[in-house]
């Protein structure tokens, strides 16, 4: 079911109403509770509410394909049930043999999660690979199966617990139902943001409350990524679509103006299926973590990585870039040269986490060249100390950012819309003819479309993109482009409030662009 | 909650009343191709000697201007006959100086001779450009769809397409005699290859049902009754299409074509002309993609029609 499909505008609906309908209480609580009227524990109406929410989710889920629930089911199991075992070995012997048991549950858990995702996702590339290095017909040992939506994400999420537990971040949970939900958990299971136990498991052993504030902010966080994504994305999806299929005959401007595009494209895509998500999870009293931070009003590219996809980016940084040494690595003492051992390391660990993150994304070349090219972007700023140089909003307190900050975030820009060539090309040959065109230049015909109606567009998409930045720009310092918008006094009345928000609804629904599915379902 | 559901049906009703407001706005104010048409048809019944029916494949392929002073493309993308049997019954007894109706035959048929289409995709109206049809016809030509499967699908357009941007801004596609130009400078490469058609070998499209068929005979004879009745030449084209496509083509479904034209020529009179393996249409520059000529293609058949209709 997608976020953007008339199924989840009857679903969204049903759901809140019942799980709140579900929700703990006692004699005195809510009147629209079951159990102010049935009584059990406060425990057993929450293993109720979070039973429902396990069952919403798997609807959700298998309205795509209900064979991968069980895959669903069985990660989810092992995770919990290797959750257990680390707990108990850690606790129970606090000994060294203890902490052995535990790791080796740990790597167990791990081995078994990510061969799960190498089996689905990554085992054709190098069965193919391997074939065409060595010249072997490899067809007859490929898999062909499709990717279960969403299978890179909550396998981290799975990890992500039982390394908390091995690291002691948090208490294994016995509740198998709250930990499923928490694996399961529908506005994020497919796309996003990768929760990390120690933020959401605790949320659903916990009495959910309505809050009025955080359900009408829930509300305006779907709306806004709804704009994102279905104005702003799907505009430009049609017309970056059509010139990668045809790029062999376009001219440069053409493809510099579709990979800007594609640049506007996925930012809506991905950043606007977080806001839906999280704002959907808002509706049910759940906080999940901040996907996206405006991550095209960086000054730099290191500052560009704190702010996109902030779950995955993070994930790496704490499960894989920090127990590798990070970029403070513990340095031998039979080392001689210091400095230059650290800077290896440095440089060995940064590359590390790029090539994992492009990889994480999908079994082909490309997504590897982009992690590369980032890395290679990152490099002189990690390795000059000047990679945590901007780490508050750009043009704080300001209105407008200086001729200086505008430069960066041009430069920034651009440097990420070459990166975005390469995350896109379906394959080396293709980056390359793709690339070598953009050379020539030619004329200008696709800039004309830009800002003039023509077959392919209904309308010049500049306007929706300039509309997302300004909001964005004047909220940047908001989680979301809507958010605390009654701050600004033209905003105060709430019916003033209540017709933009119905003018954004119409909007939507009037400037949509072709139906398309989110780009990160594929990964 | 209580509050929180109270804003929720405020905000709702201010975005009925919106869309409401916009739909009537635009009903009345703003033009797309199916209310342009409709008007222009209405505005030039009197003075229309030549009338364009029939779907995509008429929409670009044929220029009114190169047929005639005063001819009129009345065809729109993903027409189904119905339509134009409807219109026809409609327009013709209001058009005192029509002399000729042309109709693109065989391309859309249930069981043509492009088997690859035989999944009646015109018919029951499919996709959501599809459903958007039925809406527009509803709405501006007053032709409701009365077929039981598109009851389901009319419901889902209501949702999905009743307010699209077309209808909003009057985006109109077609130039001011109802032709739409396919830039010929771009080939679209989607549809190029054919490789999302399937063929259909002709034992496969013996076993079809014929209820399909048999309604397209219908409306066909319909529309040949008509032009009969107010002596007006029935022209029936099987446009060019590209070899690609062609290569597509079943023998069986090119015989079915011909077994329907010849029943419906034993009623009335029909003109037949076939361009579809025509040798002066292989050249790839006069296509936009396998099915499509582009502008250049289109100058280029119009005037050879125009030659052979002796106009």
């Known amino acids: 079911m997608l976020f953007n499909s008339i199924e989840f505008a009857f679903f969204l609906p049903i759901v809140f109403l019942l799980y709140w309908f579900l929700t703990p209480s006692g004699k005195n609580g809510p009147r629209y509770s079951l159990f102010r009227y049935w009584h059990v524990s406060e425990q057993t109406a929450l293993r109720i509410q979070n039973a429902f929410v396990l069952i919403a989710s798997y609807i959700f889920y298998g309205w795509w ?6 895959l669903i089911a069985f990660t989810s199991f092992c995770s919990w049930g290797s959750g257990l075992l680390i707990g108990q070995s850690v606790s129970s012997a606090q000994s060294v043999d203890g902490h052995k048991k535990a790791k080796a549950w740990m790597i167990a858990n791990i081995i078994l999660n990510l061969g799960i995702l190498a089996v689905f ?3 054709d590339f190098f069965v193919s690979e391997f074939g065409q290095l060595f010249g072997i017909s490899t067809d007859s040992l490929l898999l062909k199966i499709i990717l279960p939506v969403g299978i890179s994400f909550y396998t981290f999420q799975a990890l992500s617990y039982s390394i908390d537990v091995y690291r002691q971040k948090i208490e294994p949970t016995k509740d198998i139902i709250a930990f499923f939900a928490f694996i399961a958990f529908f506005p994020q299971l497919v796309a996003g943001p990768i929760e990390r136990a120690t933020n959401l498991l605790p949320q659903f052993l916990q009495k959910r409350t309505f809050s009025y504030d955080q359900a009408t902010d829930g509300m305006r966080q779907i709306l806004w990524g709804l704009f994102k994504k279905i104005v702003v994305a799907d505009n430009c999806a049609t017309y970056v679509d059509q010139v990668w299929a ?6 440069g401007s053409t493809l510099l103006l579709a990979a800007v595009l594609f640049t506007f494209q996925i930012y809506g895509d991905f950043s606007g299926y977080s806001d839906i998500a999280i704002g959907t999870a808002k509706l049910f009293g759940i906080k999940l973590m901040r996907n996206f931070n405006n991550p095209y009003f960086s000054r730099d590219i290191a500052e560009f990585w704190r702010r996109w996809h902030i779950s995955l980016t993070t994930w790496f940084r704490d499960y894989v870039y920090i127990p590798l040494g990070g970029s403070r690595p513990e340095v031998p003492a039979h080392i001689q040269n210091p400095d230059r051992y650290k800077k290896l390391i440095i440089v060995r660990n940064t590359f590390v986490i790029f090539l994992l993150s492009g990889f994480w994304h999908g079994a082909n070349w490309t997504f590897i060249a982009w992690g590369a090219y980032h890395a290679l972007l990152f490099l002189p700023l990690i390795l000059l100390g000047k990679n945590r140089k901007y780490t508050n909003q750009v043009a704080e307190g300001r209105l407008l ?15 990420v819309v070459l990166g975005w060539i390469i995350f896109r090309a379906t394959g080396m040959p293709s980056l390359f003819h793709y690339l070598e065109g953009m050379l020539q230049w030619g004329t200008l015909r696709a800039s004309y479309r830009f800002f003039l109606p023509n077959e392919w567009l209904v309308f010049p998409m500049n306007i929706y993109i300039i509309i997302m930045l300004v909001v964005e720009w004047i909220n940047r310092n908001q989680e979301h482009g809507l958010q605390n918008i009654e701050r600004f006094p033209i905003l105060s009345n709430k019916l003033v409030r209540y017709m933009l928000f119905a003018v954004f609804f119409v909007l939507i629904y009037l400037f949509r662009g072709g139906y398309q599915t989110f780009i990160y379902f594929q990964f | 909650m ?12 201010i975005l009925i009343c919106l869309i409401v407001a916009v739909e009537v706005i635009q ?3 703003s033009d797309n191709n199916y209310s342009y048409k409709t008007k222009y048809i209405f505005n030039h019944r009197n003075s229309i000697e030549g009338l364009i029916l029939g779907h995509s494949h008429t929409l670009r392929g044929i220029d009114p201007v190169l047929l005639g002073k005063n001819v009129f493309n009345n065809a729109e993308s993903g027409k189904w006959i119905y339509y134009d049997a409807k219109e026809l019954s409609k327009y013709v007894p209001l058009m005192s100086n029509l002399q000729y109706v042309i109709y ?11 088997s690859c289409h035989y999944e009646y995709d015109h018919h029951f109206k499919k996709e959501e450009s599809h459903d958007y049809n039925i809406h527009m016809y509803a709405k501006y030509e007053h032709i409701p769809y009365d077929r039981f499967p598109l009851k389901l699908t009319a419901f889902s357009s209501f949702l999905t397409d009743n307010l699209a941007y077309e209808e909003i801004t009057g985006h109109r596609d077609c130039d001011s005699l109802g032709f739409e130009i396919l ?9 190029w290859d054919t490789i999302h058609l399937v063929h259909l070998p002709d034992s496969e499209i013996t076993k079809l049902p014929s209820k399909y068929y048999d309604e397209y005979k219908e409306y066909l004879t319909e529309m040949a009754s008509i032009c009969h009745q107010y002596n007006v030449r029935f022209v029936c084209v099987t446009t060019p299409c590209y070899k690609t496509y062609i290569n597509k083509t079943s023998t069986r479904g090119i015989e079915m074509l011909y077994d329907l034209i010849d029943s419906v020529a034993t009623k009335y009179p029909i003109e037949y002309y076939n361009y579809l393996s025509d040798e002066e249409f292989r050249a790839d520059s006069f296509y936009y993609d396998c099915s499509h000529l582009n502008y250049i293609g289109a100058k280029h058949f119009t005037k050879r029609l125009k030659k052979d209709l002796g106009l």
């Open chain 1, 401 to 415: 950012p200086t001729w200086k900050e505008s430069g960066q975030m041009l430069v920034t820009f651009m440097l």
């Open chain 2, 2 to 13: 209580k509050r929180f559901l109270k804003d929720i049906v405020y905000v709702t009703c």
């Open chain 2, 27 to 29: 009903y009345y104010v």
């Open chain 2, 104 to 114: 693109p035959i065989g391309y859309d048929m249930p069981q043509g001779y492009l």
């Open chain 1, 121 to 123: 996702k990554y085992y």
């Open chain 1, 246 to 251: 045809t790029y062999d005959t376009q001219t």
């Open chain 1, 65 to 70: 394909d209900w064979r991968f629930l069980l």
């Open chain 2, 183 to 191: 830039d010929s400078t771009i080939h679209c490469s989607i549809n």
